[in-house]
């Protein structure tokens, strides 16, 4: 059995191999979300669906050369450039069809009077790289969250800018709540909204000392600790947006310069 059988065997979905590092890749049961990862060196390797593992399994078959795996990588990397490409030109449309409106999901979050932009009862967050539009994030009244089908995330951010220190956020409403606690003490701030715990580990790379406002849970602290410095709610489960909802978001005012 190939490699790739034996991954989809274990319900991983690959369209083409990487070679010696953990990739991730969408599932069977997870299409839409990456929840398996494989791992290949080219005659030996493993998987886990995490769904499904608790472990790695390993891969114990023998070696079978695809002579068709340089057409099939140059095809699926194509595939790519154009999902991302029709998912830009999307977005494009997206927010030209916007009207700034006020949201079931902003009100609930504290920002009952915040205007923002509204798609066929969708708030249109932009996902931006270079200040150039890739995506957007939207979110519908339950606070239901999705991003564009084959669409840039990596790398992606929406940045809220006051000409101050940099702030890494994982979530909208989160950079809303840091963004009005610090008007109020008028500090200055650049706040770069991330959408998830793994992409703010990509934004921070550009960045020089930034300060991590993190999710009071496993990942957010393990991802804050990666990063450097950080703020973190003395209630476990909660975020900013939370203890900004409590009054408590002044703790944030003395960490930031």
């Not at 967050?125 to 890739?134: F, G, H, T, Y």
């Amino acid at each position: 059995m190939s490699f790739e059988l034996f991954a989809r065997s274990h319900g991983l979905m690959i369209e083409y191999l990487v070679t010696d590092r953990w990739i991730r890749v969408p599932t069977e049961d997870k299409p839409s979300k990456k929840n398996g990862a494989y791992i290949w060196d080219g005659r030996s390797g493993a998987v886990i669906n995490f769904a499904v593992h608790d472990k790695h399994i390993p891969y114990k078959g023998t070696y079978e050369h695809d002579p068709l795996a340089s057409f099939k990588r140059q095809k699926a990397e194509e595939d790519k450039r154009i999902r991302q490409s029709k998912a830009k030109s999307k977005a494009i449309y997206i927010m030209n069809q916007s009207t700034d409106s006020t949201h079931p999901y902003l009100a609930r979050k504290g920002f009952d009077r915040l205007k923002a932009p509204v798609w066929n009862s969708l708030l249109i967050v932009p996902m931006r790289i270079d200040q150039k539009l890739v995506g957007c994030q939207m979110i519908d009244e339950a606070g239901g969250k999705k991003f564009l089908s084959g669409q840039i995330t990596k790398g992606a951010s929406m940045v809220i800018d006051n000409k101050g220190m940099d702030i890494l956020v994982e979530g909208y409403a989160t950079g809303l709540s840091v963004r009005e606690v610090l008007k109020q003490a008028r500090k200055r701030y650049k706040i770069h909204v991330c959408f998830s715990a793994g992409n703010m580990l990509e934004i921070a790379k550009g960045l020089h000392d930034p300060l991590v406002i993190a999710d009071n849970d496993p990942i957010g602290i393990k991802t804050a600790q990666k990063i450097g410095r950080y703020w973190l709610s003395d209630t476990e489960g909660n975020d900013f947006n939370d203890d900004y909802l409590l009054g408590k978001g002044d703790s944030l005012i003395g960490l930031v310069d």
